[in-house]
Nanobody
Framework: QVQLVESGGGLVQAGGSLRLSCAAS????????MGWFRQAPGKEREFVAA???????YYADSVKGRFTISGDNAKKTVYLQMNSLKPEDTAVYYC??????????????????WGQGTQVTVSS
């Protein structure tokens, strides 16, 4: 079993920055894909960014150029640096993980483990 714990959410003004962290523990596998998803009230969960343990990164068009995903394999931690935040980025952000690479990294159903979520609120 794998446990994921997110941290770093909060309240920020539009144009500001936040950095989310997601630490994995338990029976982790060195080859993995970790992703960030978000869910705003009344909306479906949507893909934000993903990173494969081999280094490839992927982003939703809505965050490309503003968000950066990175990972520290030794610490089993993935980060999401969010810059130039907009009110429409307000959501609960979830970290997810699966063993091995998946070309369908943007599908929440492809992930086996999820964190509890962290709230990000961007005020206008």
């Amino acid at each position: 079993q794998v446990q994921l714990v997110e941290s770093g959410g909060g309240l920020v003004q539009a144009g500001g920055s936040l950095r989310l962290s997601c630490a994995a523990s338990g029976r982790t596998f060195s080859s993995n894909t970790m992703g960030w998803f978000r869910q705003a009230p009344g909306k479906e969960r949507e893909f934000v960014a993903a990173i494969w343990s081999g280094g490839n990164t992927y982003y939703a068009d809505s965050v490309k150029g503003r968000f950066t995903i990175s990972g520290d394999n030794a610490k089993k931690t993935v980060y999401l640096q969010m810059n130039s935040l907009k009110p429409e980025d307000t959501a609960v952000y979830y970290c997810a993980r699966r063993d091995y690479y998946s070309s369908a990294y943007y599908l929440s159903s492809n992930y086996d483990y999820w964190g509890q979520g962290t709230q990000v609120t961007v005020s206008s």
